[in-house]
């Protein structure tokens, strides 16, 4: 967990600790008009951290509270895939490692170290939305993904799942969804603030104009000016998004579902195949996001481990091959390379990844290939009479 030293440091205290805490002292007013993107998901969390404000505890003690919902979470997830996994005759080595992968996972620990949470609750709410939508539980599919909707804006890559997931009723579904959310977002939109998708009144939560090298749009960067004295906090040879860049990428993210979705029912993808293709919106999320950093690839993985174990009845060694990829990507190269280099290993497996994905997904076969495993019943001589 954050120490209160990391608390004053992290993205929390920049972006919602004083909106938060205007929450919690009745202060809704301010708390509309300060708070981040993420403001529905911290009304949510609110009631774990009321008892704590209550009592005038520290700042530490109530984020640790306020982000326990989403560590709950992500232990339930765990829980319900590795009881799935053992009645479906799994062994331990595998319910223990996909509970480890949602509960224990260390990159979850990074996500609440930088003061974000919520990206484990919304992560674990699309997972289990769409299986929820697999066993034919509508409504609580329905919930599900409003929660995740009203909790960050990212999860509308679920819709698209959950509709190739949902057996019937999926008009219904959506409409239950969208009123969950909206339920939310109203005191905002009451308030009179600004809905803009992927972006925030508040200052601190804007990515701003540096960008990450784990993206697909970091070679069309403009190489900016390293000061010295700023290296802790700016890499040297990083660079400037392009001016034809701006917010695109987030609406991409989101637009992008609508017809990789439409793909996935006319090419009759398996419904068990949805989680599949929420691996694949998730990590497409990661290569387009222009911010893309350790935790963005957490929905990918709980989705990938919720396949493996639901689906291919079998250990998640996929989804913790990609946790260890994660940690070296994210964590061990950046020490050792520079950031050109940091672009192309994030670039390389993501991409393969991305495509070994849309293969199964859509079921794409090379025609030579399905030919070739034709022509020997075609040409199979029948044998002569005796």
């Not at 509309?32 to 404000?53: Q, V």
């Not at 009723?169 to 009451?190: C, D, H, K, Q, S």
């Not at 670039?347 to 020997?376: F, I, K, M």
Request: with cysteine; aromatic share 10%; charged share 10%.
């Amino acid at each position: 967990m954050i120490w209160g030293w990391r608390v004053r440091s992290s993205d929390w205290a920049l972006e919602a600790a004083s909106s938060f805490t205007a929450l919690l002292h009745g202060h809704v007013a301010l708390f509309l008009k300060t708070a981040p993107a993420y403001g529905p998901s911290l009304i949510m969390r609110a009631p774990f951290a009321l008892p704590a404000s209550l009592t005038h505890a520290n700042a530490s003690l109530i984020f640790r509270l306020s982000a326990l919902p989403c560590l709950l979470a992500i232990a339930a997830l765990g829980v319900w895939l590795a009881r799935d996994l053992r009645r479906a005759g799994g062994g331990l080595i595998g319910a223990g490692l996909v509970l480890a992968l949602c509960a224990a996972n260390p990159i979850t620990y990074r996500a609440v170290q930088i003061g974000h949470p919520e990206e484990l609750l919304g992560g674990a709410l699309c997972v289990a939305a769409v299986l929820a939508a697999q066993r034919g539980r509508i409504h609580w599919a329905a919930l599900a993904l409003g929660l995740a909707v009203a909790n960050k804006e990212w999860a509308l890559i679920a819709v698209g799942p959950v509709l190739l997931a949902a057996p019937d009723r999926r008009l219904r579904t959506m409409i239950e969804a969208a009123a969950v959310a909206l339920a939310f977002y109203a005191p905002f939109i009451l308030a009179s603030r600004s809905l803009v998708l992927g972006t925030s009144r508040v200052a601190p939560t804007s990515t701003g104009d540096l960008f990450h090298p784990w993206q697909v749009f970091w070679f069309f960067g403009t190489p900016g000016h390293w000061i010295p004295t700023m290296a802790p906090y700016i890499p040297k040879g990083f660079r400037l998004p392009p001016a034809w860049l701006g917010g695109r990428p987030h609406m991409l993210i989101v637009g992008l579902g609508v017809p990789l979705t439409w793909w996935a029912l006319r090419r009759r993808t398996r419904p068990g195949d949805a989680l599949l293709l929420l691996t694949l919106l998730a990590l497409l999320r990661c290569w387009l996001d222009p911010w893309d950093i350790v935790y963005y690839t957490l929905p990918m993985i709980f989705a990938l481990a919720a396949w493996e174990t639901s689906v291919a009845r079998r250990a998640p060694w996929c989804a913790a091959v990609a946790t260890a990829a994660t940690w070296l990507i994210f964590w061990y190269l950046p020490a050792h390379i520079n950031v050109d280099a940091q672009a192309v290993s994030f670039l390389v497996p993501s991409t393969l990844a991305l495509a070994a994905l849309a293969v199964y997904v859509y079921r794409l076969r090379p025609r030579s290939l399905a030919v070739g495993r034709a022509l020997p019943r075609l040409t199979r001589v029948p044998a002569a009479p005796s």
